[in-house]
């Protein structure tokens, strides 16, 4: 039995929103539209600094602040945090999500859930991202004695001390597989080096495989310029 693992509220969000992709049911959001306080009387946009009729803005559940609707809604798009608070200033109010789901569109909340599914991610330092190819899952680990876990999307056994998924393999046979493969592509290297088909970039050193094309190379990494027959630095406008 895998020990239980803390699975964050966003996490639970993905789950459903994936689910509901590939199962093709209504969106879990549809009967929560227009759940949100309008004003009842004019008031002027802090943020635009227009005058706002009665019903053309929100108040904000969890502040009480006024703004117009379009503002809401920009704030909303453009945000990159895992929570988007109230733009008024100095205030630690949130928007809350029935809010934002009235006035964004179902692809737009999906694109601000997996924003805000990464920024989370990217903010705490227990997270653990699954370490299956492409597979956009992760899980807060808060417990050093957790071993293993199941991802909830791609639903396959991560192993946390091998940081991989080896479920044909026991750890002891996975990492020696490991040190055989790393041998080998280190040998590989090695000989491509020696045969002068990948050589290094003269600034960061990074490995560059070269096919076809002329002599002058631009490295993907630092974006330094230079002549791949000589590796000699080049600026850009210099004569090749």
Known sequence: M???IKFLTFFQKLFRQIKRKFTKKPHPVEADRFEYNENKSPFNCEICLLDINPTDGIILKDC???????????????STEAVIGCPHADCRGIITDREI??????????V??????????ISMKTSYHCKTLNCIGWVEVNSKKIERFRCQVCMKVNCIPCRAVH???????YREE???EIQLSKQLIKTMIKEKKIKKCPKCNV???????????????????FQWSSLQKIRVGDPD
Do not use: P, V
């Open 101 to 110: 789901r009235c006035f964004i569109s179902y692809e737009d909340y999906d």
């Open 112 to 121: 601000l859930l997996d924003r805000s599914l990464r920024q989370a991610e």
């Open 64 to 78: 009480i602040h006024r703004f117009c609707k379009a503002c809401i809604i920009n704030t909303i798009k453009y």
């Open 167 to 173: 479920e044909s393999f026991t750890c002891r046979q």
């Open 178 to 180: 490991w040190k055989m």
């Open 207 to 225: 490995l560059i495989e070269k096919h076809l094309g002329c002599d002058h190379i631009k490295c993907i990494k630092c974006q330094q310029d």
């Open 2 to 4: 895998f020990k239980k």
